[in-house]
């Protein structure tokens, strides 16, 4: 692999913005004594001493973007009082308080640029949406929780970093644990293992993801956690179909993914831009799942129609993909997942819980199916 260059450097840290004055930390001269050997990358920030405290989170997300850079095997960024020389401030002087981290296979060797798999996990299944507050979360707790009653071992992972929901939906709270400070070990409640960048942020800290850092925190929730062995991980993208669902669909080995839409977001072609995005990096599309299809009366039971119900099941015929299932808008489906006991443990005889077990049993059937399917074409040869 290529040497990492400086320039590579300095470019992606003129993406990690300074949120107290706005510039980013190239342009405001914050870094100093840039060291690279290998793939092993040391730099110091440059701050007033006063205000070092606070700097801890741009420290990280300057780590965290170098990080995403291929080829990178560690990063060590310290933060330095400004008015020390650069020679000082450089990596090494640095190590007493490093953060590094080291990557990929023990040796030393770069890790594989595509789609490592992750070892002990055997499926990844990525619920997404073309936009936010359709249900998304709800159905992907309510989706491994399904699976998991099938008897798989399943692991939830809340890639959704700016509105991690899932901790809550869970109802975990608290911080994960790291015993051999490699791999933190993952939450865990309702048998589900869990992982959220919710746990290691306070809910009111105000980040700037800029792309290299969201591929570095989901590329640490996915590589750096203890999942154990996982039939199945489901992951909670962020909503839409922007630059992060794409680099995320592409660098996440997915087996497949399910589009969650409201009847009005099929209206507004939201849930086909999502279609869209997934085939354009060759990832299955499992199916479309129709969520607060329609209204059910918490008092009487009577169904009404509230938005043309069903646009789901056409749309996906029209693309050709599968139709997983409806699920209607109830109140408790709202109340059980806000409250962190999703329908499907807590009220397991709902037939909601039903709806969500029949999407879940579709789903556990097209794992296999893609599981086979990727048996047969290995070495896959993508053409675009
Ligand atoms: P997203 O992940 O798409 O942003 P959420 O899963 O967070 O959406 O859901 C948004 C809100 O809608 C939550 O308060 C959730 O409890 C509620 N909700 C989701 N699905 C349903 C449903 N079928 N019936 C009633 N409320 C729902």
Known sequence: MAEISREQIMNVLSGVVDPDTGKDVV????????????????????????????KEALRKAC??????????????????????????????RGQAHAHGHAHGPAGGQPRPAEKPAIEGIRSIVAVASGKGGV?????????AIALRDRGLKVGLLDADI???????????????????????IPMQNWGIVCMSIGF???????MIWRGPMVMSALEQMLREVAWGPLDVLVVDLPPGTG??????????????????STPQDIALLDARKGLAMFRRVDVPVMGIVENMSYFCCPNCGHRTEIFAHGG?????????????????????????????????????????AAAYR??????????????????????????Q
């Open 27 to 54: 342009r405001a001269n914050m870094v100093s004594g840039l060291v690279i050997k290998g793939g092993n990358v040391g730099f110091a920030l440059e701050v007033d001493p006063a205000e070092a405290p606070r």
């Open 63 to 92: 780590e965290a973007a170098v990080d995403a850079i291929p080829g990178v095997l560690s990063v060590s960024a310290v933060l330095t009082a400004h008015r020390a020389s650069p020679a000082a401030a450089a990596a090494p």
């Open 135 to 143: 249900g998304k979360s709800t159905t992907a707790v309510n989706l």
């Open 162 to 184: 700016y509105g991690p929901s899932i901790p809550r939906m869970l109802g975990i709270s608290g911080r994960p644990q790291s015993p051999d400070g490699k791999k933190l």
């Open 200 to 206: 290691l942020i306070a809910e009111d800290t105000p």
């Open 243 to 260: 630059d992060a669902q794409l680099t995320m669909a592409q660098r996440v080995p997915l087996t497949g993914a399910v589009i969650v």
């Open 312 to 352: 789901a099941r056409k749309t996906a015929a029209e693309l050709g993909c599968d139709f997983l299932g409806e699920i209607p808008l109830d109140i408790r489906i709202r109340e059980t997942s806000d409250a962190g006991e999703p329908i499907v443990a807590s009220e397991p005889g709902s037939p909601h």
């Open 358 to 383: 029949a999407i879940a049993e579709k789903v556990a059937a097209k794992i296999e199916e893609a599981l086979g399917e990727q048996q047969r074409r290995a070495p896959k040869i993508v053409i």
